[in-house]
C-alpha cells in the first residue's frame, strides 16, 4: 500500500528559483493538506484541499500557492524561493474534513533554500 | 482555539508501559482528542482518537478524564520503535472559503525516549 507518497525527498534551490513538490495518495480521499515543519517545531499548515479543483489558505499560505487537478494529487509551488522557505514539507490525505477521521502523511520533503 | 500541555519529553524502560499525559482545560464539547507520533526523520502517525470513553486500539489505550479536562495515552509495553514525539491534539473544526476542514494544530509534542 503506498498511502501518500510525496516527490521529491530532497531539494536544494537557489533564492529565487521556482519548483512544485507533489504529493500523491491512492486512497480515494477528499481532503488533503500541506504542511511544513521547521526545526524544533510542531508542524503548521500552509494549504489544503477539501476535494478535487478546491484550494484554501491555511495558516502561513505566503509564498506558496497549490492545485488540485486531479483528485489523487495535491500539488504546492513554490514561485520564488526564499531562505525562510527552508523546512520539511508533509502532505497529508484524510477521508473527510470532519473531527472523527484520521490524517495519513507522507514522508516529507527536505528542502533547503541557500 | 483549545489548547494542549504536554510535558516536554520522557523517558521509559524497554517492555515498560508509558503514561504519556496531556491538559487541554479549554476543550470543548465537540474536540475530538487525538495522538500522532513522528519517528525520526518520519511523517506523523496516526496513533489513536476518542471523544469521552476510553479507547484500545492495537498500537495503543487512550483514557480520557470523566471532565475530559486530560488524557492519558498508554502505551502497553514500550519497545524502542515507539521512540518518537508524541502529540496530543484536539482537532477542532475549522473554516475557510465556507467549508469545513478538520484542523490539525500541532503543537511541541512530548519526545519519549525508550531505553534498552
Known amino acids: 500500500n503506498a498511502g501518500v507518497t510525496q516527490t521529491p525527498k530532497f531539494r536544494v534551490l537557489k533564492t529565487g528559483q521556482s519548483m512544485t513538490l507533489l504529493c500523491a495518495q491512492d486512497m480515494n480521499h477528499e481532503y488533503m493538506y500541506w504542511y511544513r515543519q521547521d526545526p524544533g517545531m510542531g508542524l503548521r499548515l500552509i494549504h489544503y484541499?477539501?476535494?478535487?479543483?478546491?484550494?484554501a489558505k491555511g495558516e502561513v499560505p505566503d509564498g506558496y500557492n497549490v492545485s488540485r487537478l486531479k483528485k489523487q494529487n495535491f500539488l504546492l509551488g513554490l514561485e520564488s524561493a526564499a531562505p525562510s522557505q527552508t523546512s520539511v514539507y508533509f502532505c497529508a490525505s484524510s477521508r473527510g474534513g470532519l473531527m472523527n477521521t484520521e490524517a495519513f502523511f507522507g514522508q516529507g520533503t527536505r528542502l533547503t533554500v541557500v | 482555539d483549545a489548547k494542549t500541555t504536554q510535558p516536554n519529553s520522557m523517558e521509559s524502560n524497554e517492555e515498560e508501559p508509558v503514561h504519556l499525559p496531556c491538559n487541554h482545560s479549554t476543550i470543548s464539547g465537540t474536540d475530538y482528542i487525538h495522538w500522532y507520533r513522528q519517528l525520526p526523520s518520519q511523517g506523523p502517525e496516526y496513533v489513536i482518537h476518542?471523544?469521552?470513553?476510553?479507547v484500545n486500539n492495537r498500537m495503543a489505550s487512550l483514557a480520557i478524564a470523566e471532565d475530559r479536562k486530560s488524557s492519558t495515552l498508554i502505551l502497553h509495553r514500550a519497545t524502542l520503535r515507539d521512540a518518537a514525539v508524541y502529540y496530543c491534539?484536539?482537532?477542532?473544526?475549522?473554516w475557510g472559503g465556507g467549508t469545513s476542514y478538520g484542523k490539525l494544530t500541532f503543537g511541541q509534542g512530548t519526545i519519549l525516549t525508550v531505553h534498552p
Open positions: 476518542g471523544l469521552t470513553s476510553n
Open positions: 491534539i484536539l482537532r477542532d473544526e475549522g
Open positions: 484541499s477539501v476535494g478535487e479543483g478546491t484550494t
